[in-house]
């Protein structure tokens, strides 16, 4: 296991848990205690958790992981989401992304098809994004144009938000929103951790003519923080064959179409 997972795998535990002893995850992850000791010290560094004797215990932070961590977690599954959300995408159209690992890799799938690709001057794609990490990626891409909304970045997601994004936003039309999330319950909508986050994700879907959420299963049937958007301001969702049947039905009953991949 490599070290970003193996500090995911300890960030979940401690959030399903609320505290480890080293010397059983050293056992359950077949690592040695030294090995676990430093990792733990390290997340302490970072203030994503309470080092106790002889082990650790989660504090709130731990709960809205940095997204350097989020990126280790249901690896494959958000691969094939991003990779079939993008297929939603057509030339020519104006695409919004707001921050999270899923959206960073539509964004990837979007760079990568060819048939998106602009002649002359006129880009194949026009995306509009909140998110740094996104807006860093494809801004060397000749075939998209990027607009970013400007706000204040949270360090957490890379996502900007406040009066500026709010701003810039309301001076826009999107044609497809990929909309990533924390959580979504058919009943009662998208969620975020972050109430500034959900603000604007809230006003880009508003925005938007269409709206793609993309969540791999372990993210269904939950609730976050903030609501973002009710069930059905969402047109479809993307998301793992591994998402529980009855979310599913659930969504789709709620007028939602569903794509498991």
């Given at each position: 296991m490599a070290r970003h997972e193996r500090l995911s795998t300890l960030l979940d535990m401690l959030g399903q848990r609320e505290k480890i002893d080293v010397e059983d995850v050293a056992a359950e992850l077949d690592v040695s205690a030294a090995t676990i000791r430093r990792d733990l010290d390290h997340l302490a560094e970072q203030q994503l958790l309470t080092r106790t004797r002889g082990g650790a215990v989660a504090n709130d932070l731990a709960y809205d992981l940095p997204l350097r961590y989020k990126t280790a977690r249901h690896v494959p599954e958000k691969q094939r989401i991003s990779t079939a959300a993008a297929a939603f995408a057509a030339k020519g159209m104006v695409v919004g992304l707001n921050g999270g690992t899923t959206t960073a890799g539509v964004a990837r799938a979007l760079a990568m098809r060819p048939d998106l690709s602009g002649r002359g001057d006129a880009p194949g794609l026009t995306v509009v994004t909140n998110a740094l990490n996104i807006a860093h990626e494809l801004a060397v891409r000749p075939n998209v144009k990027i607009v970013v909304t400007g706000g204040v970045a949270r360090p957490q997601s890379f996502e900007l938000s406040g009066p500026l994004a709010t701003r810039v936003l309301s001076e826009l039309t999107i044609d497809l929103l990929f909309l990533g999330v924390d959580a979504f319950d058919p009943d009662a909508g998208a969620f975020a951790h972050h109430e500034g986050e959900a603000s604007i994700n809230r006003l880009m879907v508003e925005r938007a003519e269409r709206v793609v959420a993309v969540a791999d299963g372990s993210k269904?049937?939950?609730?976050?923080?903030?609501?973002?958007?009710?069930?059905?301001?969402?047109?479809?969702?993307?998301?793992?064959?591994?998402?529980?049947?009855?979310?599913?039905?659930?969504?789709?009953?709620?007028?939602?179409?569903?794509?498991?991949?």
């Open positions: 269904l049937g939950r609730r976050a923080f903030a609501r973002i958007c009710e069930t059905t301001q969402v047109h479809a969702l993307v998301t793992d064959t591994d998402a529980d049947p009855d979310a599913v039905r659930a969504f789709e009953a709620a007028g939602v179409a569903v794509q498991a991949v």
